[in-house]
């Protein structure tokens, strides 16, 4: 099996199975969203479009960021720490974020699309492997100079690979990255601490998160 590793800015050439990674905090929250009863996340670009999209959708709510920081008129910002306190069942999302919602909607080549956090290691591997791929590309959203997108592409390689690897150093990688420090500082209560510790509870879900276009949406469901 052969590995790629790509970007925001180049992961529009991706093709086959293609893994969109984003640890702190998208796709880790998405997946803490269908742990509430979510039915769908909508994946989207811009603030606009996901206000729009909530106005046409019964029972949905607008979730995400921009500059970390949930986006006037959104009715959730992108920390799971206020996700696990949300009843969300049987809600449609639309969720918008700087780097992992933009990768999933980069990839326009790709044949099957994954989002994927250390949350939902396992089950994407498991799920990826059960069409026998030839090749998987990741897309680190957060980029290579953000280690927490990176070291979970690298976690999830070594599972493909059959490996068992220590989690700790993983683990670690994450709480020492850039997008780590403002929920390491203790006057930016905004980020919290708390969310760095849900985000790096590797396998607490057992099911990937499916990305799939309907129309002119694109739809992300969590598959067991």
């Known amino acids: 099996m052969k590995f790629n590793y790509t970007d925001l800015d180049t992961c529009h050439t991706a093709s086959g199975l293609v893994i969109v990674i984003d640890v702190l905090r998208a ?25 729009a999209l909530r106005s046409r959708l019964p029972n949905a709510r607008a979730m995400g960021e921009v500059g970390g920081l949930p ?8 920390s799971p720490a206020q996700m696990l306190e949300a009843e969300l069942r049987g809600a449609s999302l639309i969720q918008r974020t700087g780097a992992g919602t933009q990768g999933a909607v980069r990839c326009v080549k790709a044949e099957t699309r994954l989002a994927a956090s250390y949350v939902v290691a396992e089950a994407t591997v498991r799920y990826a492997l059960q069409s026998d791929p030839p090749e998987v590309t990741f897309v680190i959203t957060g980029g290579y100079n953000n280690d927490e997108d990176l070291s979970c592409a690298e976690y999830l390689q070594s599972l493909f690979e059959g490996k068992t690897p220590a989690k700790e150093p993983f683990i ?53």
């Open 27 to 51: 796709f880790s929250n998405a997946a803490y969203a269908f742990s509430r009863g979510a039915k769908e996340i909508r994946l989207v670009s811009t603030v606009d479009e996901a206000l």
């Open 71 to 78: 986006p006037a008129g959104f009715d959730f910002g992108n």
């Open 172 to 224: 670690q990688r994450v709480y020492a990255s850039k997008d780590a420090e403002a929920h390491l500082d203790p006057g930016r209560p905004e980020f919290p601490l708390s969310d760095l510790d849900l985000c790096t509870r590797i396998d607490a879900f057992n099911f990937a998160m499916l990305i799939q276009k309907e129309q002119e949406s694109l739809i992300m469901r969590a598959i067991k």
